[in-house]
Each structure stands twice: as structure tokens, then as C-alpha cells.
């Protein structure tokens, strides 16, 4: 039997597999408004009440799609929206975040690895190792289900690393480009 | 015409009923799945064909026997022709039915076909390429005097500077906003529209260049723009005898880019009278070209509420379910005794009878591996859950089940949910709840856009402009995703909770402000005795 018995943060993941801050959340079991989560086994939620808002939803699955330790991942379905979801302890997290950042204040100017966010094959690469790109630029297309999909540079940069060639079948996650 | 046969018991057919020992199917996915099980129900062997990517495949499952003919981009496998008629000679195929897309309009294909000795499923390769080629079906249909889409029947001149003065006043006759499109194209590729003469020369270079790298011809002609319009399209079977009948029109005005989302059956707010037109122009289209098999004629729908002749779709659309379901008959079962030499069933003649006044109502949602908060962006990967719905008036079309991997090669389609009742408002609150008990895991699937349809009270009202896609659902899908995320990330932790340290009870008791269960059927604002009752059956459950 699991029901939510500490406090926890929720972070989506966003498609190339990058927990998000924005949409993260603590959930306080302890909260009044927080809802209850019953268990039906099998992977099946019911989330009642409280700041899941109204009677509406659908879908219920939840489920384990990486173990991480401390920061698992979990599938849920609800109301046939899918979102991935990284649960960790909410004390771990804070003091996580607060680590992180003073990292992040530095490592801004970092390499950027571009992961694939959906699996396909790489239609065209249209930079080069050394290249100095704007955002926007079009790095590669990645063809998928009879579409063509361009993956833009994020921010300005160099291109340290091409790390895929033309006609080679990507999986989801994987590095693309790295840029400086 | 065919004779009437006496009914004396149940079994309809002739007792020697099997047009074909084996068929091969070359196609893949859900429209595999579909011809093999009218296959199994009348007996006939299959033989499936796979790329690489599909050697496990649901329609490779299914059929009796699998040939591998390449690997997987479909160019490579589903679009060699050559390969899939050597494996229908070396496996002992009678026949090939195409499905849809791939070969299925490709008279060179059908040509093949004919030519190896072996029936193709579906018109002949004359007629696909008479109807194939868009101008010549204007044409056609003009002369059985159908009423086409004013526009020119002639071949557009292309960067043809003497000419441009003659096109221009061609253009100005036609009226602005106009198309120009492609003779062999399809999908809206080839297409571009033009809002006045200037842009006219330019246009016809850039739609001419694009239909030849597309279709390798590049053949373009002009079209007035019809909007508001909807797209309403006539299924049609024909025998070998030359008998053509109309099973029904659907509406399929709920489009993206070009691409059906939505189908139903009949067209709503159709009177008989207009019914009855329609049908008859279709066939009148269809005799022109010498149609035999199954095709759909489709037309465009104005204002004014007059119907306009586009083209001639010569296959099994992806959209024949709703018509079976409210004509009661199997399209595909008829498409393999008509190419079998058999003529029109008593039980197509009848339906055909009943058509201008049906009295079920049936609609399809296309279940895609796509997002839609993500302008449809492509989801390919492994489905890991799989809920289908279940009950009275529901039909499920698909070729996977939990486990199988939606490869990223070919169409995003996984599924159709069709539902059928008496009329329109109880299809759609049947759609409603089929769509509820559907659960789809492992990638995101088009489910929530079609929740949202279905309880649309815009949509109740009766088919949509065609880009309402793109204003009304882009503006509310925001809302009914974050929803959908509080709740997830509740579930998220109550999944979490037993790998996050010592169970304590939970202290969410007393008073809860707004009583609400995820997971529990959605709908309009529940009533509060709907929400106590949620409330204690919540109470029952391990918390």
C-alpha cells in the first residue's frame, strides 16, 4: 500500500529528458488543501480533492520508468496527457537546488549537449565542428513518421562536436551536438 | 443488374463462397489488421509483408504467412512493388489488396499486379490513372456534368512569360482567392494559394517544382478557394457489370493541414433531397470514368449549400468504417467478391437503398502517435499501456497492442475509435465515454485532443469551419494539460511514496474543499451527489 506520507517534489521532465523547475512542485501531504492518493494496485492512482480540482480526470497510470535512487521517474497518464516525472524527497531536493544554482552561476557559458527528443533518422546536418551559430540556426533535420522536423540552436555558441551523421537512426536521448 | 436471390435461411451467400484461396495484403499497421480479419471471416489464407522495422508486427501476427520484403523506409520495403508481387507469386497469393496509401493508388503498381497473372483489389490500372490524375477526373466529371470546382480543365502554362497574360485573365474569370494545385497531388503538397494576380507567376513555378520533386510530374491547374466549405465525400462500389452504387456520404471537415482528424456519418443537416443529389452526381462521376471496386468521390460543400466535385479517391479510404457502421455491410468483404468477378451483394444493393435516409449516426477519431501540445509533433516508441473501450456501439481499428514499438517510418496512426447510435448528440456522448475508458501509456498519444471534441459544445453544434483546429484547440489546450498535471504529480508521489521511506498514515482526512478523484469518469461538472459518492468510494480504497 502506498499513500503519500512526506513531502515531495515533482518535476516534469521535459522530451530530451531534462527535469524541468518550471512545473516542479512540493506536495506536502500534511498541506489541508493537499488531495488523497489512493492506490488500487496495478500501477492505478486515484487523486482526490484538494488541489487536483475538479471531478474530471481520467486515465490513472502510474509507473516506474527509471529508478534513479534517491530521484526515480515515474510515467503517469491522466486524462490522456502522458507526463514523465521525477519524484524526490523534498528536504534532499531544496538542498539540491541550493547546490546546484551556485554551479549553474558559474557554468552558464558551459557546453550545451542537444539531445534527440523524439527517435528518427537524421535527414540532414547543416553545421559543421568550429561553426559559430545564432539561435535559431538550423543544426540538423530529423525525419520521423513522413515529417520533417528542424533542430534549432537554443542560444548562440560554437559547434564543439557533431555527434551524428547524415542517414544514422537516432533513439530519443541521444546526444546530437554539443555546443560551446 | 444482379438478380435477387431467394432468402430461404440465415446464410445469405452461396454456400461456395470464397472468391480466393489466399490473398496478400500489402500494407501494414491497422488497414493490414482489417483486410485480415474480412479475410479470416471468409476463409481466404493471408500472406502479410513486413520492412525490418515490423518483423514483429501486429498485421505479421496475424496473417497466416509473412514475407520480409526490404528494410525500413518504406521506400526501401512498402513502396517496392516488384517485391511484394514476387512474394505474392512465391507464397501462392490470388491476389493483393493495397489498402490505403503506399501502392494503393499507383496504377503502375495495379499494372503489375494485372500483368503477373494476379487480381489487384481495387479499380483497375486504367482507372487509376484516368482519376489519378486530378485534371483529367475534372474533366471527366465536367462532361457526365457534375459540377467541379470552377477553375481551369487544362494544364496551368508554368514560367511561360508569353502565356502569363492569358492565365492572369484565366485567374481574374475564376475569382481571387484562388489554388493552385498539382494533377497528381495529394496532401496538400504541390498547393499554394493565391490572394491576387500578382503572386499568380510565382505560385505556379513554386507548386509545379514542388509536385515534380513530389510526384514527378508537374502538372499544376487553378481552383477558386471554396470557404467556408466542408468536405463531404460519397463511398462508392461498382462490379465488373458496370453496376455503381453510393453506400453513404461522410463529413470529414475536422482537418489539420490537410490531414483528417475526425470522420462521420452522415453528413450532418442534410436533407434527403440533398442527400439523394449528392449520391447521384457521385455516381454519375464515378460511371464517367468506367469505375469498378470500391472509391469515394469527394466534394466540397458551401454556403450556399451546393456541392462541388473535387476528385475520386480510387481505394479503401481510412474512413470506411463509419460508413459500414451505419450501412451495415463490409466494405472490404464487397471489395474482394466484386474482384473476384462476383456482382454487387443483395446486401450492398439494399444498403445502397437505404442510404439517402440513414438512421444511425457514426463517428471515427483517429488515434495518432502524435502530441498535440506540441503542434502534433511525432511520439514514436513503445506503447507500455494499452486500455481499449468497450460496449455497446463501439469499434476499435488498430494494429498494436501493449508491448509493440510504433516505429518512427511510417504514419503516425495507431488506432480509430468509431462509435455508432441513433443519431448525432448520442454518438458523441458515446465517443465521450468510449474516449474516458481509453488509456494509452508509453508515448503520447491525440487522446486529449479528442476528449475535448467530444464534449465541444461547438462540435455538438455540427461540423466545424476547417481551421478550427488551429484557433479553438490551440486556445484551450493549456488549461486541460495543467489540470491533467496536478493531478499526475499527486499520482507521481503516491507511486513514489513506497521507495521513499516508512509509510505514515496519511493525514489528508476532514474536511476536503473541493471532493475530486482523477481517475474517475470525466464529463460536465459533477453534481455533488456524484462528487459525495466519488468521495466515499475514495474512502474505500487503500490510502
Same mark, same amino acid.
Given at each position: ?120 533518422? @537524421? ?18 533535420? @530529423? ?38 | ?83 511484394? &508481387? ?101 496532401? %496538400? ?90 449520391? +447521384? ?83 471515427? &477519431? ?69 474516449? +474516458?475508458?481509453?488509456?494509452?501509456? %508509453? ?59 516508512? +509509510?505514515?498514515?496519511?493525514?489528508? +482526512? ?34
Amino acid at each position: 500500500m502506498a499513500a503519500v506520507s512526506r513531502a515531495v517534489r515533482v518535476a516534469p521532465i521535459d522530451p530530451s529528458g531534462k527535469a524541468l523547475d518550471e512545473g516542479a512542485r512540493d506536495l506536502d501531504p500534511k498541506d489541508p488543501t493537499a488531495p488523497s492518493v489512493a492506490d488500487l494496485g496495478g500501477g492505478r492512482f486515484v487523486v482526490a480533492g484538494g488541489a487536483a480540482g475538479e471531478d474530471r480526470h481520467t486515465g490513472r497510470i502510474a509507473r516506474l520508468v527509471a529508478e534513479a535512487g534517491a530521484a526515480d521517474r515515474y510515467e503517469v497518464v491522466v486524462d490522456g496527457w502522458r507526463f514523465e516525472l521525477e519524484v524526490e524527497d523534498a528536504v534532499r531536493a531544496s538542498l539540491r537546488r541550493r547546490a546546484t544554482r551556485a554551479v549553474d552561476a558559474e557554468a552558464s557559458s558551459g557546453p550545451l549537449d542537444i539531445r534527440a527528443i523524439i527517435p528518427g533518422r @537524421v535527414a540532414a546536418v547543416r553545421v559543421t565542428a568550429g561553426e559559430v551559430v545564432e539561435p535559431g540556426r538550423t543544426l540538423l533535420v @530529423v525525419e520521423a513518421m513522413k515529417m520533417q522536423n528542424e533542430l534549432r540552436a537554443p542560444r548562440a555558441g560554437t559547434v564543439q562536436r557533431v555527434a551524428v551523421g547524415e542517414g544514422q537512426t537516432i533513439e530519443r536521448g541521444d546526444l546530437l551536438v554539443v555546443l560551446t | 443488374m444482379t438478380s435477387v436471390a431467394p432468402e430461404p435461411s440465415l446464410r445469405k451467400d452461396a454456400p461456395d463462397e470464397r472468391p480466393f484461396a489466399r490473398l496478400l495484403i500489402a500494407n501494414r499497421g491497422e488497414i493490414a489488421i482489417r483486410i485480415i480479419r474480412a479475410c479470416r471471416e471468409m476463409e481466404i489464407e493471408t500472406v502479410a509483408v513486413y520492412s525490418d522495422a515490423d518483423a514483429t508486427a501486429g498485421h505479421v501476427r496475424a496473417a497466416d504467412e509473412a514475407v520480409r520484403i526490404g528494410p525500413a523506409p518504406a521506400a526501401e520495403s512498402y513502396l517496392r512493388g516488384e517485391a511484394i &508481387v514476387a512474394a505474392a507469386l512465391e507464397s501462392g497469393a490470388q491476389a493483393i489488396h493495397p489498402g490505403y496509401g503506399f501502392l494503393a493508388e499507383r496504377a503502375s503498381f495495379a499494372r503489375a499486379v494485372e500483368d503477373a497473372g494476379l487480381v489487384f483489389v481495387g479499380p483497375s490500372s486504367a482507372s487509376i490513372a484516368a482519376l489519378g490524375d486530378k485534371l483529367a477526373a475534372r474533366r471527366s466529371a465536367s462532361q457526365a456534368g457534375v459540377p467541379v470546382v470552377p477553375g481551369t480543365l487544362e494544364p496551368a502554362p508554368v514560367d511561360r512569360p508569353d502565356q502569363v497574360d492569358g492565365i492572369v485573365a484565366e485567374a481574374e474569370r475564376i475569382g481571387f482567392p484562388l489554388l493552385v494545385k498539382a494533377a497528381a497531388g495529394g496532401g %496538400g503538397r504541390g498547393m499554394r494559394r493565391v490572394a491576387a494576380a500578382g503572386e499568380l507567376p510565382a505560385a505556379l513555378v513554386a507548386a509545379s517544382a514542388e509536385a515534380r520533386s513530389a510526384f514527378g510530374d508537374g502538372t499544376v491547374y487553378l481552383e477558386r478557394e471554396i470557404r467556408p466549405a466542408r468536405h463531404i465525400e460519397v463511398q462508392l462500389l461498382g462490379d465488373r457489370a458496370g453496376t455503381i452504387v453510393a453506400l453513404g456520404e461522410r463529413d470529414c471537415s475536422l482537418q489539420r493541414r490537410h490531414q483528417k482528424l475526425v470522420e462521420e456519418a452522415p453528413a450532418p443537416g442534410l436533407s434527403v433531397e440533398e442527400r439523394r443529389s449528392l449520391h +447521384d452526381l457521385a455516381v454519375r462521376a464515378a460511371r464517367a470514368a468506367g469505375l469498378e471496386n470500391a472509391a469515394t468521390a469527394e466534394f466540397l460543400f458551401d454556403e450556399e449549400r451546393r456541392f462541388w466535385f473535387l476528385e475520386v479517391n480510387t481505394r479503401l479510404q481510412v474512413e470506411h468504417g463509419v460508413t459500414e457502421l451505419v450501412a451495415d455491410v463490409d466494405i472490404v468483404r464487397e471489395q474482394v467478391r466484386i474482384a473476384a468477378g462476383r456482382p454487387l451483394s443483395d446486401e450492398v444493393l439494399r444498403a445502397a437503398d437505404r442510404a439517402v435516409a440513414p438512421e444511425r449516426h457514426a463517428i471515427e &477519431v483517429r488515434i495518432s502517435a502524435e502530441d498535440p501540445a506540441r503542434e502534433f509533433t511525432p511520439t514514436p516508441g513503445r506503447i507500455t499501456h494499452w486500455q481499449l473501450p468497450s460496449g455497446p456501439g463501439i469499434r476499435v481499428d488498430t494494429g498494436v497492442e501493449a508491448g509493440d514499438r510504433v516505429p518512427p517510418d511510417y504514419d503516425p496512426l495507431v488506432a480509430k475509435l468509431l462509435v455508432v447510435d441513433a443519431d448525432r448528440d448520442r454518438a458523441l456522448g458515446r465517443l465521450a465515454r468510449a474516449l +474516458d475508458e481509453t488509456v494509452v501509456g %508509453g508515448i503520447q498519444s491525440t487522446l486529449p485532443f479528442h476528449r475535448f471534441i467530444a464534449r465541444d459544445p461547438g462540435f455538438r453544434v455540427g461540423p466545424p469551419p476547417i481551421d478550427w483546429v488551429d484557433t479553438t484547440w490551440s486556445r484551450n489546450l493549456v488549461a486541460g494539460r495543467e489540470a491533467a498535471l496536478v493531478a499526475a504529480r499527486w499520482a507521481a508521489a503516491g507511486a513514489a511514496a513506497g521507495t521513499l521511506g516508512p +509509510d505514515r498514515p496519511a493525514d489528508v +482526512d476532514g474536511d476536503r474543499p473541493a471532493v475530486a478523484a482523477a481517475g474517475r469518469p470525466g464529463g460536465a461538472e459533477p453534481r455533488a451527489w456524484s462528487r459525495a459518492g466519488r468521495a466515499r468510494s475514495l474512502d474505500r480504497w487503500p490510502r
